[in-house]
């Protein structure tokens, strides 16, 4: 089993439309969670952290459940330049500092 | 505004040759990342350094891989005589500490490496 674990996709919607990705994790011992987003296979670019009590940014929403060791990213209201690939990120800290990326869910959004 | 700088940007090498890929980290980060992404495969975690120190080494593959954080200059991940097999786009991030709130890793614009 895969430490991270993504639908890859491609997710292929109209611009507005609202998109959910979600991601699950093996080990409960990670301690953060990360959603990075990778256009065309060029350097990864933090999205936004992940936190029990959840987090907003925009129309950006993530939220994590550890009990389920499951993380979410909702995306309201897609535009075009939505388009990537989005990376689900875990870190199982312990002095580590190690980051598990999942192997990403292509989002395509369309006219 | 400077953030993690890598070069070369693109590379090529025939098989047997060495490749040199250079990271220097954002300014304020002490905490250097490296990780692969073979074509079509997720990003992996290869190596984690400190200046002077390898912290965590256990994405390296066990031959022909080596890297380092000097004191003064950037990070060097060194591939010896490359194969085919070693073609991937090589990232390089960095962070402020290790500790919880200070993790968040910063990516480079990577290094594409081609072995012919």
């Known amino acids: 089993r895969k430490e991270v674990e993504q639908d890859p996709g491609p997710f292929n919607v109209p611009e507005g439309a609202t998109v959910a990705f979600n991601c699950t994790y093996s080990n409960s011992a990670s301690q953060s969670f990360f959603w990075y987003r990778q256009d065309c296979r060029k350097e990864p670019k933090l999205l936004m952290s992940?936190?029990?009590s959840g987090n907003e940014d925009g129309r950006f929403t993530a939220q994590l459940n550890r009990a389920s060791q499951y993380i979410s990213l909702l995306i309201r209201d897609s535009k075009l330049s939505d388009s990537a690939t989005y990376l689900c990120v875990v870190n199982r800290g312990g002095g580590g500092n190690k980051l598990t990326f999942g192997t990403g869910t292509q989002l395509k959004v369309e006219l | 505004n400077a953030g993690v700088m890598q070069n070369p940007r693109h590379l090529v090498r025939r098989r047997g040759q060495e490749a040199r890929l250079r990271c220097s980290p954002m300014k304020g980060h002490s905490h250097v990342y490296w990780y692969r992404q073979l074509p079509e495969e997720g990003l992996k975690f290869m190596v984690y350094?400190?200046?002077?120190?390898?912290?965590?080494e256990s994405g390296m593959p066990k031959e022909r891989f080596s890297a380092e954080f000097p004191k003064e200059g950037p990070s060097i991940l060194r591939i010896q005589q490359v194969v085919r097999g070693d073609s991937a786009a090589y990232f390089c991030?960095?962070?402020?500490?290790?500790?919880?709130?200070?993790?968040?890793?910063?990516f480079g614009p990577g290094t594409r490496l081609l072995v012919l």
């Open positions: 991030a960095s962070s402020q500490a290790g500790g919880v709130g200070q993790e968040t890793q910063y």
């Open positions: 992940v936190y029990s």
């Open positions: 350094l400190q200046k002077e120190n390898i912290i965590d």
